[in-house]
C-alpha cells in the first residue's frame, strides 16, 4: 500500500471499520496519514487486527465497541474518541446490515425497524455529535457509503432500500448544511463487492458458493473489491476533492454485472 502524508494531522472515524469495505477504507485513510478510530459492533478480533495494522503503517489507531443505532451508545463513542484523539475530522459512515430479501407484506416489523435504525438513525445521531468539533476545524469531511441498490429500488429489500434512501437525503441536507463551515459531504454508492456480505448476498440469490466466479460476467473482468471503495473516498476527503460537496459517485462498474 502507498503511503503518503496528505492527510497527516488528521483523524478519521470509521464506523463498520474493522472489516470489508469498513477496513479497507480505515487502512487507506492511515496510508494517507491519517490517525483512525475503528468502530465495530460485534467482531472485536478484526477490528483489533485492522488497528494493528495501521499502527504497522505508522499511524495511531484504537477499536471502540459500540452499536451506532444507539443513540447513548453513540454518545458514549464519539467522547472516546474525542478524548483520545482530540478531533474527528473525517467522518465515514460505512456500519450496514442487509436485509433478509422479503416482501414488504412478509417483513418482520422489528427486522425493518433495524435496518432503518443503522442505515438512517446512527448516521443522523453520529453527525449530530460529530459535527460541533469538526466546524472548528479548517476542513472536515462526512462521507455516507450507500448503495447502488437506491437506483432500482428492487423487489423484496424495502428496508435495505429504504435505509440507504434515508441515508443518501441525510447526507445532501448535511451537504447543504454544513458548506458555510467548510465542511464537505458526499455519498459513495458501491454495487456488489467481495465482502462477506457480498458473499452471503450472491450465494442466497444465485446459489453461488465462490463469487470470484462471477469475474466474467462482471465490469472489468472482476468483481469489485472493497479497496476499489475504499480509493474514491480516499479521493473525496483529500485535497483534490476540494470543491465536491453534495455528490454521489457509484462504484459498479458503470452499472453491469450485478451492479
Not at 210 to 235: W, Y
Request: charged share 20%.
Amino acid at each position: 500500500m502507498t503511503v503518503n502524508g496528505g492527510l497527516t494531522g488528521r483523524v478519521a472515524l470509521v464506523t463498520g471499520g474493522g472489516r470489508g469495505i469498513g477496513r479497507a477504507i480505515s487502512l487507506g485513510l492511515a496510508a494517507d496519514g491519517a490517525d483512525v478510530a475503528v468502530n465495530y459492533a460485534r467482531d472485536e478480533e478484526s477490528a483489533l487486527k485492522t488497528v494493528t495494522e495501521i499502527e504497522q503503517i505508522g499511524r495511531r489507531a484504537r477499536a471502540y465497541q459500540a452499536s451506532v443505532d444507539s443513540w447513548e451508545e453513540c454518545q458514549h463513542l464519539v467522547s472516546e474518541v474525542l478524548s483520545d484523539f482530540g478531533q474527528i475530522g473525517i467522518f465515514v459512515n460505512n456500519a450496514g446490515i442487509a436485509s433478509r430479501g422479503k416482501t414488504v407484506v412478509h417483513t418482520d416489523p422489528e427486522e425493518f425497524e433495524r435496518v432503518m435504525r443503522i442505515h438512517a438513525f446512527a448516521p443522523h445521531y453520529l453527525a449530530k455529535l460529530i459535527l460541533p468539533d469538526m466546524r472548528e476545524q479548517e476542513r472536515g469531511d462526512i462521507v455516507v457509503i450507500s448503495s447502488v441498490a437506491t437506483l432500482q429500488n428492487a423487489a423484496g429489500g424495502a428496508p435495505y432500500n429504504m435505509g440507504k434512501a434515508a441515508l443518501d437525503a441525510l447526507a445532501i441536507t448535511l451537504a447543504n448544511e454544513e458548506r458555510k463551515n467548510n465542511i464537505h459531504v458526499n455519498i459513495v454508492a458501491p454495487g456488489l463487492v467481495d465482502t462477506e456480505m457480498g458473499r452471503r448476498l450472491v450465494k442466497g440469490a444465485a446459489g453461488v458458493d465462490d463469487i470470484t466466479k462471477l469475474n466474467p460476467m462482471m465490469p472489468f473482468g472482476r468483481v469489485c473489491q472493497p479497496e476499489d471503495v475504499a480509493n474514491v473516498v480516499r479521493f473525496l476527503v483529500s485535497e483534490r476533492a476540494g470543491y465536491l460537496t453534495g455528490e454521489r459517485l457509484n462504484v459498479h462498474g458503470g452499472g453491469g454485472g450485478f451492479g
